[in-house]
């Protein structure tokens, strides 16, 4: 082989080289947008699902607080009903 041949080789090697190298940076690159925009996701999911779970457990703690409060309604109409034949 001559040197110029030699030389060619060399720089398309060394130009194939760089195109992938630079090839690689971009699509990871690209692959960090698309693991960002995926995280976001996950997130976003994830703090809706947390919301109804609160959300569920908000309900039963009202309903089961307005079962108390009918109780204690219903002790007080009776303890207002003894006391009126009591008078």
Do not use: C, P, W
């Not at 080789?9 to 630079?22: N, Q, Y």
């Not at 409060?69 to 207002?80: H, T, V």
Request: net charge neutral; proline share 0%; aromatic share 4%.
């Amino acid at each position: 082989m001559s040197d110029a041949q030699v030389l060619a080789v060399a720089i398309s090697l060394g130009i194939s080289f760089l195109a992938v190298l630079i090839g690689v940076l971009l699509n990871n690159n690209r692959l960090n947008d698309v693991k960002e925009v995926v995280n976001a996701k996950v997130e976003t999911r994830a703090a809706a699902k947390d919301v109804y779970e609160l959300r569920v457990l908000i309900e039963k703690n009202h309903s089961e607080l307005l079962l108390k409060l009918s109780d204690i309604e219903n002790r007080f109409s009776k303890f207002e009903n003894e006391r009126r034949v009591v008078q």
